[in-house]
């Protein structure tokens, strides 16, 4: 399976991530209840798991990707002579302007892998 979005789509759900890890942490602030602070860094590490695939994929430096960051932007998008300068995102199967990304390969694994059966 292949999701295909746009920059601002991308940008929605980074910032959907974001403030999901605020409130999580906000939660717990209140509770101390240790399910909402694990929920708001498996946020956390799913908005830089995103990010630092969006800016590999556009060969941005780190401190490209870190200025891009803290404005709440993107990357750049860096196009190189055999590329379509208009295409947001490196990819050989776009034909426009978004991105394919299979979520399958972001090397995700959950919390509760090998925690065995009860």
């Known amino acids: ?45 799913l908005w830089q798991k995103i990010f630092g695939a969006i800016a590999t994929e556009r060969d941005a430096t780190a401190v490209e990707a870190v200025e891009a960051s803290l404005r709440g932007e993107l990357p750049e998008h860096k196009a190189t002579a055999d590329e379509q300068p208009e295409l947001p995102f490196n990819t050989q199967t776009n034909s426009g302007g978004s ?11 959950s919390q509760y892998d090998n925690m065995g059966d009860k």
């Open 1 to 45: 399976m292949k999701i295909e979005l746009t920059d601002d789509e991308w940008t929605t759900v980074l910032v959907a991530l974001d403030n999901y890890a605020e409130q999580k942490q906000g939660e717990w602030a209140t509770t101390r209840d240790e399910a909402d602070i694990e929920d708001a860094g498996s946020a956390e590490w």
């Open 99 to 109: 991105a394919s990304v299979d979520p399958f390969d972001l090397g995700m694994s």
